[in-house]
């Protein structure tokens, strides 16, 4: 279970030793969620849809524990990232749309049992289950360093990764955006395999066809609010997709007043 | 968090053998360094202000380089990692693992400890087996505590210079300027006798001085270990000041740079 209460999180430009020290990535304050309630299930996927700066990153950086929400509380499996971090960080398999978080230097498998010795496991079961990952993401006849790896091969590596301790919610944000169409369908089958074992998934996409096809439940984040929560069969309408219903609910919320 | 250390240790291993010229041009490095020290050496013969020593100002230099060469480690080893990790953007994985802090901290730390023994050890390997220095093996196996305790004090400096890196990003400014007052002050290359009087006084607030007092004593002064005990003490209170001070002082950066969102960014 993956539950966000009333979280809030504003940008404040640097103060003080801060401002001495280095520059923030504002001057302005900057509201970025303005109170976010959700909560994705075990054995479903709750897919998160927002035009860019809706808030979405930043929402899954509260969630990983890497931000701090201003308001509110996040609960991953039951623990608090800002008050058990230990708890939540084992809860978590978290994939961030940016792949240089992989060691290019490293081989696929470097990099998978690297991870596993972080997350406690020994040396045999991060060997065994980088062995599993390799073979299922597609990557074990051809483990070389990251940096030879292509774009692709790179957002599949990252995906092994964020499940080689075997977490209970698991939060991928843009996964697909380097994968051609048809590696798309094979990540949105594991992660389906994977809801239907029990996991807890927040899938952050753009891609609305994906999300309809994927996702069983959907959230649509504008401006730092979530506009739409509910079942993905709910957007489903008589001679309609859900996908063309997301889209209308992410430009109406995107058009500028004057112009709606 | 001997198992977090050891992983983020082969870790740096696998990735520093990607990097072949690198090792070629350390260990080079070191030996044109240990031959400069010896025709300085030359130039230099028993000057009065070492007359409390055996060997030549060769083996002098030789000893407050090998532990400032520690020092340098455990000073600037955690601001380097920090730095590299944010640029390759990795910092976000170490953070959001449940790994101790300890164990990471250590594991940081290992690599660039054992590349540095590595260096110290050639360099005295040249200087004994070489060039003739008459340093007494005993010493250098009695010094080992003493080295360690230093790197260690200048780890907890270097541990707070991490925990601002994390918020500057680039421009520590503790280490390198300590490493340079370690290296004008602490009697690295010449006696701090030899210093004003005022930079005496600053030089024995330096951990590296009583190190380095304390290894050459052992090592050409024909100390025991109940001589030099009192420097070790020293050293020891270092420790226990520093390090929690430093702990505290990275936990509280790592906080701050958490609720200013600036974790991950480079």
Excluded at chain 1, 11 to 33: C, H, I, K, S
Excluded at chain 2, 42 to 48: A, I, K, M, N, S
Excluded at chain 2, 54 to 77: E, Q
Aim: charged share 15%; hydrophobic share 50%; net charge positive.
């Amino acid at each position: 279970m993956l539950l966000v209460e009333g979280v809030r999180r504003t940008y404040e430009p640097a103060t003080g030793l801060v401002r001495l020290l280095t520059r923030t990535a504002t001057d302005t304050t900057v509201v970025a969620l303005r109170h976010v309630d959700l909560e994705a299930r075990p054995g479903r996927i709750l897919g998160l849809v927002g035009p860019n700066g809706a808030g979405k990153t930043t929402l899954i950086r509260i969630i990983a524990g890497l931000l701090d929400p201003d308001a509110g509380r996040v609960l991953v499996d039951g623990h608090d990232p800002a008050t058990d971090p230990g708890a939540a960080a084992r809860a978590l398999g978290l994939v961030l749309a940016d792949d240089r978080s992989l060691y290019w230097r490293l081989t696929g498998r470097q990099n998978l049992e690297f991870h596993g010795a972080l997350f406690g496991l020994s040396r045999r079961d991060a060997a065994a289950r980088a062995d599993d990952l390799l073979a299922a993401a597609g990557l074990a006849d051809n483990d070389r360093r990251v940096f030879g790896y292509s774009t692709g091969m790179r957002a599949r590596l990252a995906i092994a990764r964020a499940l080689v301790h075997e977490p209970r919610v698991v939060v991928l944000d843009e996964p697909t955006r380097s994968l051609d169409p048809i590696a798309a369908r094979g990540l949105c089958a594991v992660l389906r395999h994977l809801a239907d074992s029990g996991c807890t998934i927040l899938l952050s996409s753009h891609r609305l066809d994906e999300l309809e096809r994927v996702a069983d439940d959907v959230a649509v984040l504008v401006a730092g609010q979530v506009t739409f929560r509910g079942p993905m069969a709910s957007l489903r309408t008589a001679g309609g997709t859900a996908a063309s219903r997301l889209e209308e609910l992410l430009h109406a919320d995107l058009l500028p007043a004057a112009m709606r | 968090m001997i198992d977090v250390a050891l992983a983020v240790l082969r870790r740096d291993w696998e990735i520093e053998r990607t990097y072949r010229m690198r090792l070629l041009l350390a260990a080079a490095s070191t030996a044109a360094l240990a031959a400069g020290m010896y025709f300085i050496g030359r130039l230099v013969t028993h000057p009065p202000e070492l007359a409390g020593y055996s060997g030549t100002y060769f083996d002098f230099a030789l000893v407050g380089l090998a532990v400032t060469s520690f020092a340098g480690v455990g000073l600037r080893s955690f601001g380097t990692s920090m730095i590299t990790e944010q640029n390759t953007g990795t910092m976000d994985l170490l953070l959001t693992s449940p790994a101790s802090r300890a164990g990471l901290l250590s594991g940081l730390f290992l690599f660039p400890l054992l590349l540095a023994s590595g260096e110290v050890a050639a360099l005295l390997g040249i200087g004994i087996g070489v060039l003739g220095s008459g340093m007494s093996i005993g010493g250098l196996v009695m010094s080992v505590p003493v080295i360690i305790l230093t790197t260690i004090s200048f780890a907890a400096v270097g541990i707070a210079a991490g925990g601002i890196l994390v918020i500057a990003k680039r421009g520590d400014p503790i280490s390198g300027p300590f490493f340079q007052i370690t290296m004008l002050l602490t009697g690295a290359v010449y006696p701090v006798s030899v210093l004003p009087g005022f930079l005496r006084v600053i030089a024995w607030c330096i951990p590296a001085t009583w190190g380095i007092k304390a290894t050459r004593d052992l090592l050409l002064g024909g100390a025991g270990w109940r001589d030099v005990m009192p420097y070790v003490l020293v050293l020891v209170g270092f420790v226990i000041v520093l390090l929690p001070m430093s702990l505290a002082a990275f936990r509280a950066c790592v906080g701050v740079a958490r609720s200013r969102g600036l974790l991950g960014s480079y």
